[in-house]
C-alpha cells in the first residue's frame, strides 16, 4: 500500500508540475513583449483621437455625372494634396477622373478593398498600436490616415507619411492570392506580403519608424543590419501580440529556418569576413528583397541580414534593459551596439 500511494503521490506531483508548465508557457507566450502594463495602455488609448479618411470609398461614391460638385465637396474633407483647389474646374481632370472611376480594374480593386480592409477592425488593431505607441512617444502626434487605390503602383511603399499625412494604398493589402499581383509582376515573395495583417505592421515599419529614427550614413553591412533591425523592434513594440514572423514577413516555414539556423548564418558572416564589408554586392545579397539568401541555400528566406540584425538588436534590448526604445532609436555607435548585444547564436 505504501508503494502504491508513494507512486500515486508522484503521479499526482509530476501531474501539477505538467500543469505550470503549461501555465508559464501560455502566460509567456501570451504576455506583450514591450511589457506595458494594461492599465498605461488603457489610458493611453483613451487619449487617442485616430482619424481614418477612406478616400477611395468616398470617391468611388460619386456621382460621375456630377463631379464638378463632387469633387468640389471632397475637397473641403481632403488635403490640397490629393485634391488641387479648383480642379474640379478643370475638365480634362474631370474626364480622367470619370475614366478611373469606371475603369473595370479599379472597379474590382476597390469591391475587393471593401471586403479585405474593412474600417472598424482596422481602427480596433490601430487603436491598441497607437496606444503602446503613445506610451512610448506621450508627445508625439498621431497623423491623419487616408487610405486609397492608386492602381497597384509597386514602385512606391505601400504606406508612407507625408506633411504628417499617413497614406496607405489599401490596393496592396488585397490577399497575396489575389491575381491582379501577378498581373502587374509582383514576385510571389513578396506578394505574400500583400494581405491585410501586414497593414498595420507596415504603418509602423515602413512609415512611422522614420519620425523617431536617427539616419547616420551606412558604411557596413552590419551598420545596414542593425538599423533594419531597429525598425523590426519598433514595429514588435508597436505590435506585440502579433507573431514574429508577420514583423519580418516570412511564411511560417521560412522564419522557421531563419531561427534554427541564424546562427549558422551568423558564423558565416563573421567567417566570411563580410559583416564589415561594404559595397552594394552585399546589401542586395543579405538586405534586398530576393527569394531566398543565395549563401544560405533555396530553403532560406531572403533577406536573412535583416532577421540577424534584429535578432542582435533584441539581444541587445535584453541585456540592456535600461536602454529605452527612444535611446535605441538615437544611437548610431553601431560597434557599442554590437559588443553591448552579447549576440552569439550558436550554429548546429
Given at each position: 500500500m505504501k508503494l502504491k500511494t508513494r507512486i500515486v503521490w508522484i503521479s499526482i506531483v509530476i501531474f501539477v508540475l505538467l500543469l505550470v508548465l503549461l501555465f508559464?508557457?501560455?502566460?509567456?507566450?501570451?504576455?506583450?513583449?514591450n511589457d506595458i502594463p494594461s492599465k498605461e495602455l488603457k489610458e493611453a488609448k483613451q487619449q487617442l483621437n485616430i482619424t481614418l479618411?477612406?478616400?477611395?470609398?468616398?470617391?468611388?461614391?460619386?456621382?460621375?455625372?456630377?463631379?464638378?460638385?463632387?469633387?468640389?465637396?471632397?475637397?473641403?474633407?481632403?488635403?490640397?494634396?490629393?485634391?488641387?483647389?479648383?480642379?474640379?474646374n478643370d475638365l480634362t481632370q474631370m474626364e480622367r477622373l470619370k475614366a478611373y472611376l469606371q475603369d473595370t480594374i479599379m472597379m474590382a480593386l476597390h469591391k475587393t478593398a471593401q471586403i479585405m480592409v474593412k474600417t472598424e477592425p482596422l481602427l480596433k488593431e490601430l487603436e491598441t498600436?497607437?496606444?503602446?505607441?503613445?506610451?512610448?512617444?506621450?508627445?508625439?502626434?498621431?497623423?491623419t490616415i487616408i487610405t486609397m487605390i492608386?492602381?497597384?503602383?509597386?514602385?512606391?511603399?505601400?504606406?508612407?507619411?507625408?506633411?504628417?499625412?499617413?497614406?496607405?494604398?489599401?490596393?496592396?493589402?488585397?490577399?497575396?492570392?489575389?491575381?491582379?499581383?501577378?498581373?502587374v509582376g509582383l514576385p510571389l515573395y513578396i506578394a505574400e506580403r500583400c494581405d491585410p495583417v501586414y497593414l498595420p505592421v507596415d504603418i509602423f515599419k515602413k512609415a512611422m519608424v522614420y519620425k523617431h529614427l536617427e539616419r547616420a550614413p551606412?558604411?557596413?553591412?552590419?551598420?545596414?543590419?542593425?538599423?533594419?533591425?531597429?525598425k523590426l523592434f519598433f514595429t514588435e513594440m508597436m505590435l506585440p501580440a502579433l507573431h514574429e514572423r508577420f514583423i519580418i514577413g516570412y511564411s511560417e516555414e521560412k522564419y522557421k529556418w531563419a531561427s534554427n539556423y541564424a546562427?549558422?548564418?551568423?558564423?558565416y558572416l563573421i567567417e566570411k569576413n563580410e559583416l564589415f564589408g561594404k559595397g552594394d554586392a552585399l546589401v542586395r545579397c543579405y538586405i534586398e528583397e530576393s527569394p531566398f539568401t543565395k549563401p544560405f541555400g533555396n530553403d532560406s528566406p531572403g533577406r536573412m541580414g535583416i532577421f540577424l540584425g534584429w535578432q542582435l538588436i533584441k539581444s541587445y534590448m535584453k541585456n540592456n534593459p535600461e536602454v529605452t526604445l527612444v535611446e535605441l532609436m538615437q544611437e548610431t555607435d553601431y560597434q557599442k551596439i554590437l559588443n553591448l548585444s552579447k549576440f552569439k547564436p550558436q550554429p548546429k
Amino acid at each position: 500500500m505504501k508503494l502504491k500511494t508513494r507512486i500515486v503521490w508522484i503521479s499526482i506531483v509530476i501531474f501539477v508540475l505538467l500543469l505550470v508548465l503549461l501555465f508559464f508557457f501560455f502566460v509567456k507566450n501570451d504576455t506583450p513583449k514591450n511589457d506595458i502594463p494594461s492599465k498605461e495602455l488603457k489610458e493611453a488609448k483613451q487619449q487617442l483621437n485616430i482619424t481614418l479618411l477612406r478616400y477611395e470609398d468616398d470617391l468611388f461614391s460619386l456621382d460621375v455625372n456630377n463631379l464638378p460638385q463632387e469633387v468640389e465637396r471632397l475637397s473641403r474633407i481632403y488635403p490640397q494634396l490629393l485634391i488641387e483647389p479648383e480642379v474640379w474646374n478643370d475638365l480634362t481632370q474631370m474626364e480622367r477622373l470619370k475614366a478611373y472611376l469606371q475603369d473595370t480594374i479599379m472597379m474590382a480593386l476597390h469591391k475587393t478593398a471593401q471586403i479585405m480592409v474593412k474600417t472598424e477592425p482596422l481602427l480596433k488593431e490601430l487603436e491598441t498600436a497607437f496606444g503602446y505607441y503613445k506610451v512610448f512617444y506621450p508627445n508625439d502626434s498621431i497623423p491623419t490616415i487616408i487610405t486609397m487605390i492608386p492602381g497597384l503602383d509597386i514602385s512606391v511603399p505601400s504606406t508612407y507619411i507625408y506633411d504628417d499625412i499617413l497614406f496607405v494604398n489599401v490596393d496592396m493589402y488585397l490577399g497575396a492570392e489575389n491575381h491582379y499581383y501577378g498581373a502587374v509582376g509582383l514576385p510571389l515573395y513578396i506578394a505574400e506580403r500583400c494581405d491585410p495583417v501586414y497593414l498595420p505592421v507596415d504603418i509602423f515599419k515602413k512609415a512611422m519608424v522614420y519620425k523617431h529614427l536617427e539616419r547616420a550614413p551606412h558604411t557596413t553591412l552590419l551598420e545596414i543590419m542593425i538599423t533594419e533591425g531597429k525598425k523590426l523592434f519598433f514595429t514588435e513594440m508597436m505590435l506585440p501580440a502579433l507573431h514574429e514572423r508577420f514583423i519580418i514577413g516570412y511564411s511560417e516555414e521560412k522564419y522557421k529556418w531563419a531561427s534554427n539556423y541564424a546562427g549558422n548564418a551568423w558564423s558565416y558572416l563573421i567567417e566570411k569576413n563580410e559583416l564589415f564589408g561594404k559595397g552594394d554586392a552585399l546589401v542586395r545579397c543579405y538586405i534586398e528583397e530576393s527569394p531566398f539568401t543565395k549563401p544560405f541555400g533555396n530553403d532560406s528566406p531572403g533577406r536573412m541580414g535583416i532577421f540577424l540584425g534584429w535578432q542582435l538588436i533584441k539581444s541587445y534590448m535584453k541585456n540592456n534593459p535600461e536602454v529605452t526604445l527612444v535611446e535605441l532609436m538615437q544611437e548610431t555607435d553601431y560597434q557599442k551596439i554590437l559588443n553591448l548585444s552579447k549576440f552569439k547564436p550558436q550554429p548546429k
